[in-house]
């Protein structure tokens, strides 16, 4: 394991070194006096919102915090997150636990110890997930990260890993060694281990057809009562500019090297096509050669993206300049003087981001931030390339009419009574025929057929019940087409007894357990300790999440109390 790795990066820690302690008297010596830069405010009339050793309110601390926790996303499962909702909850995790770090002067790892730690790393995995030296090599050789789309140097990637292992040593301290009772051992071995025995009758609930007439005063009554379930929400209406990537790859010029490169860092985005014939022997040279164009299209491709991506966000820095507050004579002569063009996109839901931008959820967060004070986003990426939004309107979420959403509305409650009837008439008269008949003493069998017998009766409406056994199974192995909701209620049941309706997969089901065999609950068991190993990690993380929850909480209130005149 150490033999390469240690070889590698040992002989270039020292320059990754330098080049962090660099950026780092560099940022002391810029940060000294600088003055506000340009952004949507001036930072100096900005209320902090102190988190640890940060400043949520500043942009460079914001960025700094999202970006490493990207990074090291990216680093460990080789996974780009670019929503900021998303990776929010990890990024504030990660800050508690390096703060708590420095608290507890946990040092960083040696040489020997991150080079093994580097080996566990997704984005030097291969399709195997196993590390692979030659991800690793054109890294170290290219100095920046392949597949990243944000810079990433060397120095950024080591910094990263550093901070990274120091935040796994706190959060092993925080989970503990993960201490489980005996109790919850012998309830988790119960419901593993337990023999089941069943005969299970099924009725389907698609072919139940109870007659429904409702009135106009039972419709408006179910609509007054869930006024929530119709309410139009918010949408906003935008326009926007759009830079497509397309238009940028002529730009783009690769050497060979940079395709080769780019294909040994992601072989598995390029399979090999089907072939009428067999190819030559495979090798790594004939693979590339076969697949060389859409290579070259895709690193191409790549780049032009960043360039649309540099493009926009120069556009977004020039209205800024400008000044440009909203559909003005300036806007249309700034438009015309940078040869761009405006689309508008129809009003849109928060949770329904347009289509003609890729569905993107990251457009939708930022069109709901525009308003009269904040005209233009920055540039967003989308699967084209990138694009900036200019606010038109935002439209309040209001209550339809009954009239406008009647059929809907109508609808919506013949299935809700529709669903009460199979569960509460129907489901409790099949049950208590079958109660009556078993505890007379007939088997399951013949009570289904006695009920089927009178399905012809209301409120049965015609539903027959189909009967299916199942042989003794564990939930360790239970039967494949056993469905879960009867899974999930085994616990409850006993020998002899048949179930109320379990209504799961769109079926009405009535269990009766034939049999059932506990396991031993003893220590002797060696499931027993199989159980404990199993469980204690699942506490650790438990107590690790609360504890980080209590820590990020506490120190948040700091916020809100410098926010409180």
Same mark, same amino acid.
């Given at each position: 394991?150490?033999?390469?790795?240690?070889?590698?990066?040992?002989?270039?820690?020292?320059?990754?070194?330098?080049?962090?302690?660099?950026?780092?008297?560099?940022?002391?010596?810029?940060?000294?006096? #600088?003055?506000?830069?340009?952004?949507?405010?001036?930072?100096?009339?900005?209320?902090?919102?102190?988190?640890?050793?940060?400043?949520?309110?500043?942009?460079?601390?914001?960025?700094?915090?999202?970006?490493?926790?990207?990074?090291?996303?990216?680093?460990?499962?080789?996974?780009?997150?670019?929503?900021?909702? !998303?990776?929010?909850? =990890?990024?504030?995790?990660?800050?508690?636990?390096?703060?708590?770090?420095?608290?507890?002067?946990?040092?960083?790892?040696?040489?020997?110890?991150?080079?093994?730690?580097?080996?566990?790393?997704?984005?030097?995995?291969?399709?195997?997930?196993?590390?692979? *030296?030659?991800?690793?090599?054109?890294?170290?050789?290219?100095?920046?990260?392949?597949?990243?789309?944000? *810079?990433?140097? #060397?120095?950024?990637?080591?910094?990263?890993?550093?901070?990274?292992?120091?935040?796994?040593?706190?959060?092993?301290?925080?989970?503990?060694?993960? =201490?489980?009772?005996?109790?919850?051992?012998?309830?988790? &071995? #119960? !419901?593993?281990?337990?023999?089941?025995?069943?005969?299970?009758?099924?009725?389907?609930?698609? $072919?139940?057809?109870?007659? &429904?007439?409702?009135?106009?005063?039972?419709?408006?009554?179910?609509?007054?009562?869930?006024?929530?379930?119709?309410?139009? @929400?918010?949408?906003?209406?935008?326009? =926007?500019?759009?830079?497509? #990537?397309?238009?940028?790859?002529?730009?783009?010029?690769?050497?060979?090297?940079?395709?080769?490169?780019?294909?040994?860092?992601?072989?598995? !985005?390029?399979?090999?096509?089907?072939?009428?014939?067999?190819?030559?022997?495979?090798?790594?040279?004939?693979?590339?050669?076969?697949?060389?164009?859409?290579?070259?299209?895709? &690193?191409?491709?790549?780049?032009?993206?960043?360039?649309?991506?540099?493009?926009?966000? +120069?556009?977004? &820095?020039?209205?800024?300049?400008?000044?440009?507050?909203?559909?003005? @004579?300036?806007?249309?002569?700034?438009?015309?003087?940078?040869?761009?063009?405006?689309?508008?996109?129809? *009003?849109?839901?928060?949770?329904?981001?347009?289509?003609?931008?890729?569905?993107?959820?990251?457009?939708?967060?930022?069109?709901?931030?525009?308003?009269?004070?904040?005209?233009?986003?920055?540039?967003?990426?989308?699967?084209?390339?990138?694009?900036?939004?200019?606010?038109?309107?935002?439209?309040?979420?209001?209550?339809?009419?009954?009239?406008?959403?009647?059929?809907?509305?109508?609808?919506? =409650?013949?299935?809700?009574?529709?669903?009460?009837?199979?569960?509460?008439?129907?489901?409790?008269?099949?049950?208590?025929?079958?109660?009556?008949?078993?505890?007379?003493?007939?088997?399951?069998?013949?009570?289904?057929?006695?009920?089927?017998?009178?399905?012809?009766?209301?409120?049965?409406?015609?539903?027959?019940?189909?009967? $299916?056994?199942?042989?003794?199974?564990?939930?360790?192995?239970? *039967?494949?087409?056993?469905? $879960?909701?009867?899974?999930?209620?085994? +616990?409850?049941?006993?020998?002899?007894?048949?179930?109320?309706?379990?209504?799961?997969?769109?079926?009405?089901?009535?269990?009766?357990?034939?049999? $059932?065999?506990? @396991?031993?609950?003893?220590?002797?068991?060696?499931?027993?300790?199989?159980?404990?190993?199993?469980?204690?990690?699942?506490?650790?993380?438990?107590?690790?999440?609360?504890?980080?929850?209590?820590?990020?909480?506490?120190?948040?209130?700091?916020?809100?109390?410098? +926010?409180?005149?």
């Amino acid at each position: 394991m150490i033999s390469w790795i240690q070889r590698n990066f040992q002989r270039h820690f020292r320059a990754i070194f330098v080049l962090i302690l660099g950026g780092t008297i560099l940022s002391f010596i810029f940060t000294i006096g #600088a003055t506000p830069g340009i952004g949507r405010g001036d930072s100096s009339r900005t209320r902090p919102q102190p988190f640890f050793s940060y400043n949520l309110a500043s942009p460079d601390d914001r960025n700094h915090i999202f970006g490493d926790a990207k990074l090291s996303v990216y680093l460990r499962y080789h996974v780009p997150v670019n929503d900021v909702a !998303r990776l929010e909850p =990890y990024a504030f995790e990660r800050t508690a636990s390096l703060a708590l770090a420095d608290q507890l002067h946990i040092p960083a790892p040696s040489e020997d110890i991150l080079a093994g730690y580097i080996k566990t790393m997704g984005a030097f995995a291969n399709a195997n997930g196993e590390f692979d *030296p030659t991800l690793y090599n054109s890294f170290r050789e290219t100095q920046a990260l392949s597949g990243f789309d944000s *810079p990433a140097t #060397a120095a950024d990637v080591s910094r990263v890993l550093i901070d990274d292992w120091r935040a796994e040593q706190v959060r092993k301290l925080l989970g503990g060694p993960g =201490y489980v009772l005996p109790g919850d051992i012998k309830i988790q &071995l #119960a !419901r593993n281990d337990t023999q089941w025995t069943l005969a299970v009758a099924s009725a389907d609930y698609t $072919k139940y057809a109870p007659t &429904l007439a409702p009135n106009l005063a039972e419709i408006t009554k179910f609509f007054d009562a869930n006024p929530a379930h119709y309410q139009v @929400p918010d949408h906003v209406s935008v326009d =926007y500019i759009a830079f497509l #990537a397309a238009d940028f790859v002529p730009q783009v010029n690769v050497t060979d090297a940079e395709v080769r490169g780019y294909y040994d860092a992601n072989p598995a !985005r390029f399979p090999q096509p089907a072939a009428s014939k067999p190819l030559a022997k495979p090798t790594p040279d004939i693979d590339f050669a076969v697949v060389r164009p859409q290579v070259e299209a895709a &690193l191409k491709l790549e780049r032009a993206q960043n360039l649309a991506a540099q493009a926009a966000s +120069d556009i977004a &820095l020039a209205l800024y300049n400008e000044k440009i507050d909203g559909v003005t @004579p300036q806007l249309d002569a700034f438009l015309a003087e940078h040869h761009l063009a405006i689309k508008s996109l129809a *009003p849109f839901a928060a949770d329904a981001p347009p289509a003609e931008l890729g569905g993107s959820p990251e457009v939708a967060t930022e069109a709901f931030r525009l308003g009269k004070d904040h005209f233009f986003s920055d540039a967003i990426a989308t699967p084209a390339g990138s694009v900036i939004l200019l606010w038109k309107e935002t439209i309040p979420a209001y209550t339809p009419l009954l009239s406008e959403v009647q059929t809907k509305v109508t609808a919506d =409650y013949n299935e809700d009574l529709k669903h009460k009837l199979f569960i509460d008439e129907l489901g409790k008269t099949i049950h208590d025929r079958l109660a009556t008949r078993l505890k007379a003493g007939e088997t399951f069998d013949k009570a289904v057929a006695a009920a089927n017998v009178i399905a012809t009766l209301t409120p049965t409406a015609g539903v027959q019940l189909e009967v $299916k056994t199942f042989p003794p199974f564990t939930q360790r192995q239970p *039967p494949k087409d056993l469905a $879960k909701g009867i899974r999930d209620s085994l +616990d409850h049941l006993e020998t002899g007894n048949v179930s109320d309706l379990i209504f799961s997969d769109n079926k009405g089901w009535f269990v009766y357990v034939v049999a $059932k065999k506990g @396991p031993d609950l003893t220590e002797a068991n060696p499931q027993f300790a199989s159980v404990r190993d199993k469980l204690a990690p699942m506490v650790a993380n438990a107590t690790l999440d609360v504890s980080l929850r209590e820590i990020i909480t506490k120190e948040q209130k700091k916020s809100a109390s410098a +926010d409180t005149p």
